[in-house]
């Protein structure tokens, strides 16, 4: 008897414990339900009206809003910007950060001040893009630093118009990107390869495995986590690209559009003098419904069978390295 | 070729590369600074890397424009240490929850925030701006500080960390010396978080700092603008062609974080690796 009563005692305590795990996170839920889902919801709404910031009243038009959009050519042309400004910003970052970071984990090279050169590449991140963007428009302008260096060094015969060029402004544009980016995604992939355990390495060294077949039979495989995580958070950031694209040029994305981003787009119908709030929440419903939908298809795609199974991995990697030695 | 040989003279083709992009990530940074000092008609003769002495007529040429910087510096020191504090306190007190509690839906509720995390939040502003504007409050910093509450990804890292500080015997110990739920929270484990809970403050902060989007769309008043929105007035044509100006307007912009930077590096270096990776 004395037994169940400290037993009803005890799981009335934990009972009465745990009621703080619902106090605790009461803020979170209730912060987000009223700063993030509401007004989520709310744009939802309101991709689905004709309200502008001119009169009070406003219809439901339905998905109005939509089918303009997707016969706007202004639309389309910010679609295609974002992505290509996204992968051809995405892919060299992720490659030269993979890069590096097996070289500054490599045994045999033994690169010295690794934190050091890791804490500069990462400092471009930190900086406000406003400030980056204005920056590299003075850099890059007519009479600007970068031609002045280039046309008395006798590099070009005369100055270039960059911010004249679509090519140039969007390659000035992903360039910055990258330029940001680079260090952050170096110092991720390196957090993960040191976190892989040595062992297999070894293992795989002692089987005569050489560098080439180690890195695309171990570190590949068992870094793919941090690479999904990577992509994705670069796809969620790429698709939003605003600040740069914005203030790089004149905010419309000049020249011709070339750097016109879908957030940017979505800006430039919001403040339009007449104020389309529909138009410029149905962009926002548009750029929602393609990050997650591309999200998805990331983790789909890149996480069918997962197998990391060390064991099988150095007995797949000496196989096929026989299978070489072989051939 | 020897082993040793070709390690050699790959180390050198590294260490080559690496420096190129020492240079390519310092060089912008390095001449902004050095054209805050230098006079417009320097800055038009051409390049240079070693400082100048006309700062001081760059400085008044700039606030003689009604670029008012030292306003800017305090609404985005208000906002950001304000958002600073709220993102800290409120992400450590639900991943300690997540941490510590059983309860139902504790699995889902934290599944939940990991996707938030990869959900674009930005799409949502045209809502926001349109509910802020009911409740009258834009040209107010309260839609900029408050949703601070809700930060996903402090929360994730906050998760990560505690896992690694947290020991349920002192909790308990606590509970038996009688302490309430809330005081071991405030007085056991928020002092035991202190690094995790400075790392992440670095991040909010400066997140919040050099922010543009959100208070770009909801403030319009000139003298509650951000540091990042006064920034971008010096796109206009006020500044045309007083290029000095312009470079000390800009590197003023960015000066703290470099301060920052260089006294916490290796606290934001590892908070990055923490927040990502999952072991």
């Known amino acids: 008897m004395a037994d169940s009563a400290v037993k009803i005692k005890k799981s009335r305590h934990r009972f009465n414990k745990n009621i703080y795990g619902y106090i605790f996170t009461a803020p979170f839920i209730i912060g987000f339900l009223l700063f993030s889902l509401y007004p989520l919801l709310y744009t939802f709404y309101l991709s689905i009206t004709d309200m502008t910031m001119m ?3 406003y219809e439901i038009v339905g998905l109005d809003n939509f089918t303009k959009l997707f016969s706007d050519k202004f639309f389309i042309q910010a679609l295609k910007n974002t992505w290509k400004i996204w992968l051809l910003n995405f892919i060299p970052q992720i ?71 679509n090519g140039w402004t969007q390659s000035i544009l992903i360039f910055v990107q990258w330029w940001m980016w680079f260090g952050a995604t170096l110092i991720i992939l390196m957090a993960g390869m040191t976190s892989i355990s040595a062992t297999y390495y070894e293992a795989a060294m002692v089987d005569g495995a050489n560098a080439w077949q180690m890195f695309r039979k171990i570190t590949l495989p068992l870094l793919k986590p941090v690479l999904v995580y990577t992509l994705v958070t670069s796809l ?39 104020g389309h709030i529909g138009a410029a929440a149905s962009v926002g419903v548009m750029i929602f419904i393609i990050t997650c939908t591309a999200s998805l298809l990331v983790f789909k795609v890149l996480q069918e069978r997962r197998d990391a199974n060390p064991k099988k991995v150095i007995k797949r990697t000496v196989r096929e390295g026989k299978h070489e030695l072989c051939s | 070729m020897s082993y040793a040989v070709r390690t050699k003279l790959l180390r050198v083709l590294v260490y080559s590369i690496l420096i190129l992009l020492l240079a390519m990530c310092v060089l912008p940074i390095w001449m902004l600074l050095v054209n805050a000092t230098r006079s417009t008609a320097e800055i038009q003769q051409g390049i240079s890397l070693i400082p100048s002495n006309n700062m001081i007529n760059n400085w008044k040429n700039l606030t003689g424009r009604g670029f008012d910087i030292m306003k800017g510096f305090l609404n985005s ?118 690094p995790g809970a400075f790392t992440m403050g670095i991040f909010a902060f400066v997140g919040a700092w050099n922010n543009f989007f959100t208070p770009f769309i909801l403030i319009s008043k000139m003298d509650k603008y951000t540091l990042p929105m006064l920034v971008q007035t010096l796109r206009g044509d006020t500044y045309r062609t007083e290029y000095g100006s312009i470079y000390l307007g800009l590197a003023l912009s960015i000066i703290p974080i470099i301060i920052v930077y260089t006294i916490f590096s290796k606290y934001i270096v590892s908070g990055i690796s923490m927040g990502a990776v999952k072991e």
Not at chain 1, 97 to 122: E, P
Not at chain 1, 236 to 261: A, C, E, H, K
């Open chain 1, 55 to 57: 009169k009070k009243s």
């Open chain 1, 95 to 165: 490659g030269i950060a993979m890069l590096l970071a097996v070289w500054f984990t490599s045994q045999r090279l033994k690169i010295k001040l690794v934190g050091f050169w890791r804490t500069i590449y990462y400092l471009p991140n930190l900086l406000m893009p406003a400030t980056i963007a204005i920056l590299f428009f003075n850099l890059f302008s007519l009479y600007g630093p970068v031609n002045q260096f280039t046309v008395r060094a006798g590099i070009l015969n005369e100055a270039i118009d960059f911010f004249r060029s």
């Open chain 1, 236 to 274: 969620v950031g790429g698709m939003q690209m605003f600040d740069i694209p914005y203030m790089l040029t004149d905010g419309r994305g000049s020249p011709n559009g070339s750097i016109m981003t879908l957030n940017v787009l979505m800006y430039m119908k919001f403040s339009s003098n007449k």
């Open chain 2, 77 to 194: 020191s208000v906002i950001a240490i304000s958002i600073t504090i709220i993102t800290v306190y409120f992400s450590l007190m639900f991943a300690y929850a997540i941490h510590v509690y059983d309860f139902a839906y504790k699995k889902f509720l934290y599944g939940f925030v990991l996707v938030l995390v990869m959900v674009p939040t930005q799409v949502a502003i045209i809502g926001f701006f349109r509910y802020m504007a009911a409740l009258k409050l834009t040209n107010s910093y309260i839609p900029l500080i408050l949703p601070a509450i809700a930060a996903p990804a402090s929360i994730f890292f906050a998760k990560q960390y505690l896992e690694s500080v947290i020991v349920k015997d002192l909790i308990d110990a606590a509970r038996i010396d009688g302490c309430s739920e809330i005081t071991i929270f405030h007085k056991i484990m928020l002092p035991i978080s202190k």
